[in-house]
């Protein structure tokens, strides 16, 4: 005689349709009487069980979990369209640009709740025979915030992702400077193309691209305040950015600097010239007050501003456009003033930095201190030498 299950244990068939064994188990009945039923299925008996009594621990710790067939794919877009806030239009782009080329193709089609924190390293460690360090780091943020979102909606219980550590990815491209023969070159051979007034204030104030890009005009101020005492020279405030909300990078990254020489010319250059560029453009002209924007008065995005700036660079002979970006005017700038005998305090408060440790650690390739305090106290105690000879 077959033996009968206990009541609440629930039953168990064979799903032909899906070759999968089903658990079941009624847990309540809802307002209109109909039961509740909760389901676990898998290949084998013990499988289905197990996954039923997960299932159960779920719904008694109060865990709503939905759907079981919700995918990363399904967590990913939903952050993607719903996650990011008040993000920029650059910010958005890069993640999206990140999920769609390196979490969905490859995780995108797991279901949230069987994905496992070894599924994840594999997957990381796949991406690191491609992939920089730090663009694994953003990769796996992306999928860390996804899943977040994913848990606070109640479809999956944790987040294995945060198990898991970004591998040593592939040797990034090293930023690199311009020497001071190379950065002449630029100034001079870039003259008449669109980008040589951006090159030449990027060049000698060292603001970053997404500053250049937010400079407006009621910042430049190009006559200066002679009358002040002492008189102030031809200055610009850096104080946004294209940043979400126009900020800067940091509290100390609104600065205001002096302008070269050159610098005051090629701002005085470019407000002739996009005169002249706004008459062109006639209704397609959107004023944003900015000092450099596009040819018909909008916004700059980065992606522009690397494809003009790599066109401007063809005219200078011994470089290769492709090996350069906009952002290293601003190494090229550090570099330069380290190379002249500038201190790293007055390079950090030009460029806009916290402090000299970042400094260090961001152009630690480009800074070449020389410290002399010590030598220059023992010369003040023992003297130098020349008495014992």
């Known amino acids: 005689m077959t033996e009968r299950r206990s009541k609440g244990d629930g039953g168990l068939h064979w799903d032909g349709r899906r070759q999968r064994w089903i658990a079941t188990v009624t847990v309540g009945y809802d307002g209109r009487g109909k039961r509740i039923v909760k389901k676990g299925s898998g290949r084998t008996k013990t499988e289905a069980k197990r996954k039923l009594r997960e299932v159960l621990r779920d719904h008694e710790d109060g865990i709503a979990l939905g ?4 995918t990363v794919r399904q967590a990913v877009e939903d952050w993607l369209a719903f996650g990011l806030g008040s ?6 782009a890069a993640n ?12 995108g089609a797991r279901r949230l709740r069987d994905l496992t924190a070894r599924e994840v390293d594999a997957w990381l460690l796949g991406l690191s025979e491609k992939l920089s360090t730090r663009t694994l780091r953003g990769v796996r943020a992306c999928l860390v915030r996804s899943v977040n979102r994913a848990m606070a909606r109640d479809k999956v219980k944790r987040n294995v992702v945060l ?42 104030t060292g603001a970053r691209t997404e500053e250049l890009r937010a400079l407006q005009w009621q910042h430049v101020h190009l006559e200066g305040m002679p009358h002040a005492s002492p008189p102030i020279p ?22 205001t ?20 560029l706004r008459l062109q453009a006639g209704e397609r002209w959107t004023d944003h007050g900015l000092v450099f924007p596009s040819k018909v008065g909008t916004p700059m995005d980065r992606n522009n501003a690397l494809r003009a700036f790599r066109s401007a660079l063809v005219k200078v002979p011994g470089l290769d456009p492709a090996e350069w970006s906009p952002r290293e005017l601003r190494h090229s700038f550090v570099s330069l003033l380290s190379d002249s005998g500038v201190s790293l305090e007055e390079i ?5 930095h916290s402090g000299t ?12 201190p020389v410290l002399q305090t010590g030598a220059v106290a023992m010369d003040s105690l023992f003297g130098t030498g020349d008495a014992e000879r």
Not at 67 to 70: L, M, V, W
Not at 171 to 195: F, I, N
Not at 239 to 251: H, L, Y
């Open 87 to 92: 993000r920029d239009s650059e910010t958005r």
């Open 348 to 352: 950090s408060r030009l460029v806009g």
């Open 234 to 255: 031809a200055y610009v405030e850096v104080w946004r950015s294209v940043r979400a909300g126009g900020d800067t990078k940091t509290r100390r990254s609104r600065r």
């Open 67 to 70: 759907d079981d067939s919700y």
């Open 163 to 204: 198990l898991c550590s970004v591998p040593t990815g592939r040797p990034g491209r090293p930023s690199k400077s311009l020497t001071t023969d190379q950065a002449r070159d630029v100034l001079t051979k870039t003259a008449g193309d669109w980008m040589h007034n951006y090159i030449v204030v990027s060049l000698l």
């Open 357 to 368: 440790s970042v400094t260090e650690l961001v152009y630690r390739h480009q800074i070449r």
């Open 257 to 276: 600097l002096a302008l070269p020489s050159r610098a005051v010319e090629a701002l005085r250059r470019q407000r002739v010239e996009q005169a002249e």
């Open 96 to 107: 999206e640009s990140l999920c769609r080329n390196h979490v969905i193709p490859l995780l």
